[in-house]
């Protein structure tokens, strides 16, 4: 991991961690929480269909099935999906080198978690690949009003922090993750780049 800006100001003052496909593989139970939540409106996918999405809200999917807003309300499809995550919390995998990532940075640092789902779903998350004894500050996408691809999170992370974005180093595996960092202007380690499994 760098340990100096690009810039060479020195050893980096925060570090920030995507939750989903960064610091714990999830793509199992959030491809099984929007299908439950499908199944429950009467739509049925594949996995393959869920494969190419990258961000799961009602308004993204409802576009890509040609759906009304009446046919999948945005909290009956939150409520559902919510309720299937937190009952299968087994499926959660965690990643050996987002551990050892996390771990060195909180030493040093100060750590934050940056997520496009909801704070108390990254807090169970955190919980189940045991990396909740860290002193994290987390932002979910209800601290803000609009999530990843929007700077939004990272400036809160940022400000809950009391850091300057280009003091901190943002860990994300999607553009939309990497587009809000940058925006927010923070310095991005794309972990599509390393061997981070």
Known sequence: MPTTTSDGRGPYAA???DFDGTLADTTDINHGAVRASLAAHGITVTTAWLAAEPVFTATRLRRRLALPPAALPEDSFVQAARAYWFAHT????PITAAA???RDAAEHAAIAVVSANYSDIVRAGLNVIGLNDLPW???GRDHVTHPKPAPDAY???AHLLDMAPGRCLAHEDTDEGITA????GMHVLDIRQLPWR
Do not use: K
């Open 100 to 102: 050892a990532a996390a």
């Open 15 to 17: 570090y920030a961690f």
């Open 137 to 139: 500050t987390v932002v």
């Open 90 to 93: 087994d499926q959660i995998t």
């Open 181 to 184: 960092a940058t925006t927010a």
């Open 155 to 157: 400036l809160h992370a």
